[in-house]
Every structure is written in structure tokens, then in C-alpha cells.
Nanobody
């Protein structure tokens, strides 16, 4: 069982930066691939970024590629999402998610592949 708690959301002007954190409970965090998703008002939840449990491989949605960076610190049981050059269309509730995997290089891009979810943190980008 893994519990996830996101933090770091807030209000920022367009062009600004935020770093989201997702703290995980449990002793086997390093065995979990992690992902970030977001849901804007009136829209479905969408994939943002994913990272393998070793942190060696990652993947991004086209809409955030080059602006967002996912990383993890397994010693701190934490995954991060560094968001730069933020745009108003990045406004959403951001969720982190976890799935246990035995493949060190695997990451997952669809929400149905994840077993555990945080409660979300609001990111609002003003124009």
C-alpha cells in the first residue's frame, strides 16, 4: 500500500515556475513507477509525465515537453515535477500516481495503469 501526498501548487503568472512534490509512504517506493496527471475544469484527466522506478527513463506529454521535468529521489520517497514557462492552459489540479513494477526501465502513460493516487494540488496560471 502506498499513500501519496502532493504539495507545491499555487498561483503563478504566465512564464513563471513551480515545483510540485509528491511524498510517498511505504518502504518500497523505489519499486514504483510514478506519474503526474492533471485535470482542468470541465476536462478529462490527462497524462503529464512519467518516470521509471530507477529514474533512468521518463516520458512527457507533447504539451509540456521542454518545459516540465519529472524527477525522483528514492531516498526521500519523493517525486517532483518542475514546471517552467507556465502557460494559462497549464491551469489544472495536478495528481501524482504510483504503480508497482518489476521492470526498472518501465514507465506508464495512461491512468488506468496506476494503482495509487494522491488527492491533487491546484495549479493556477494567470495571464
Amino acid at each position: 500500500q502506498v499513500q501519496l501526498v502532493e504539495s507545491g501548487g499555487g498561483l503563478v503568472q504566465a512564464g513563471g515556475s513551480l515545483r510540485l512534490s509528491c511524498a510517498a509512504s511505504g518502504r518500497t517506493f523505489s519499486s514504483y513507477a510514478m506519474g503526474w496527471f492533471r485535470q482542468a475544469p470541465g476536462k478529462e484527466r490527462e497524462f503529464v509525465a512519467a518516470i521509471s522506478w530507477r529514474g533512468s527513463r521518463s516520458n512527457y506529454a507533447d504539451s509540456v515537453k521542454g518545459r516540465f521535468t519529472i524527477s525522483r529521489d528514492n531516498a526521500k520517497n519523493t517525486v517532483y515535477l518542475q514546471m517552467n514557462s507556465l502557460k494559462p492552459e497549464d491551469t489544472a489540479v495536478y495528481f501524482c500516481a504510483a504503480v508497482r513494477t518489476y521492470h526498472s526501465g518501465s514507465y506508464y502513460n495512461t491512468e488506468y495503469e496506476y494503482d495509487y493516487w494522491g488527492q491533487g494540488t491546484q495549479v493556477t496560471v494567470s495571464s
